[in-house]
């Protein structure tokens, strides 16, 4: 049996008289409409998450504070006691799985605090992308197993600082073009991993966090790296391999956009594009910069209107809303 969803009702509803007043009652009656239980508990689970937020703020302050009156062996035993009651918790209660898992990021963060709190006794004189790397390898497998996007999400920035301060600090020699080439690639895994486990069903889509983050970590490096090459005198590190990799990614994009009836897809793609060829016309009309503004400017507004209509059209044919109906 099909499982009866809104796109489908919507469907119904533009090929039969079921008025939009009965569509909403509907909504409201299978609980698709959010009503006043479904607005506390997020309340409820806003508050618990700012709580757990200040809580771990909170540990950090209190080291820093007190920093010079605490023993080594206090600071270091205080962080690994926070770190494995934390851990207990989050393992062993029968607490709901959403409690559980934000109980999982908040060790996540004592992990960061606890290799912190390490460096600072002992000196160790390691780079910061070594504290960073040792962060992330130890919380990989509690990420693996949560499944929880707000987990992914910070195990991503993990992994984007490791590489960033690796390059700054190590690799100085890699060009930075190439550098922002890897990290385009580097998320573009992350979102199609993404999406292959969606599409086989081993997550539930959740919210739409960790995907819609994910894409903008991955248009905001291949962007910049094609306006790099702009106006390096065609001469940038990657010889233009930005481009190549755009191509494949925004046609792939698009292709699952209109797929998936994805609009975020639809939207921040052709907002890059936007993007680079504003550069491409400040870079053709550098010496007239009387032009220079001028065509930029009625680029833009012409491109973001016709991409603000056309995610319209889309939206009303894809998404009707009951009071269109």
């Not at 299978?30 to 009503?35: H, L, P, S």
């Not at 709901?96 to 606890?114: D, E, H, T, Y």
């Not at 797929?259 to 400040?282: H, K, M, N, Q």
């Amino acid at each position: 049996m099909q499982k009866i969803t809104r796109d489908l009702i919507y469907s119904i509803a533009r090929h039969s008289n079921w008025r939009g007043q009965s569509i909403a009652a509907w909504f409201r009656k299978e609980y698709i409409y959010a009503d006043t239980t479904a607005w506390i508990r997020f309340m409820q689970l806003l508050l618990l998450m700012l709580g757990g937020g200040f809580v771990v703020a909170g540990i950090v302050f209190f080291f820093a504070y007190n920093w010079d009156e605490m023993h080594k062996f206090l600071k270091l035993g205080l962080i690994e006691f926070l770190l494995m009651a934390v851990t207990v918790l989050a393992a062993f209660t029968r607490w709901s799985k959403l409690v559980k898992n934000l109980l999982l990021i908040a060790s996540v963060m004592l992990v960061g605090v606890l290799f912190a709190v390490y460096g600072q006794i002992y000196q160790t004189g390691a780079n910061a992308y070594d504290f960073f790397l040792g962060w992330t390898m130890w919380v990989i497998l509690w990420v693996l197993v949560a499944r929880f996007q707000p987990l992914w999400i910070i195990f991503m920035a993990l992994v984007n600082t490791t590489f960033i301060l690796y390059v700054e600090q190590v690799a100085t020699g890699l060009a930075f073009p190439f550098e922002l080439d890897i990290l385009f690639g580097i998320n573009t895994a992350a979102v199609v991993v993404w999406e292959v486990l969606y599409s086989k069903g081993r997550i539930s889509r959740f919210g739409k966090w960790f995907p819609r983050l994910a894409t903008l970590a991955v248009l905001v490096p291949v962007t910049m790296s094609m306006i790099i090459f702009m106006f390096d005198d065609y001469s940038s590190g990657d010889k233009g391999l930005c481009y190549a990799l755009a191509a494949v990614a925004y046609t792939v994009g698009i292709w699952y956009g209109y797929r998936s009836r994805d609009l975020f897809y639809l939207s921040v793609i052709p907002f890059s594009l936007i993007v680079v060829g504003a550069a491409g016309i400040v870079r053709i009309q550098k010496d007239n910069p009387e032009m220079v503004f001028l065509f930029a400017s009625l680029f833009v507004v012409a491109s973001i209107t016709l991409l603000v209509r056309q995610i319209i059209h889309l939206n009303r044919n894809w998404h009707a809303t009951a009071r269109e109906l």
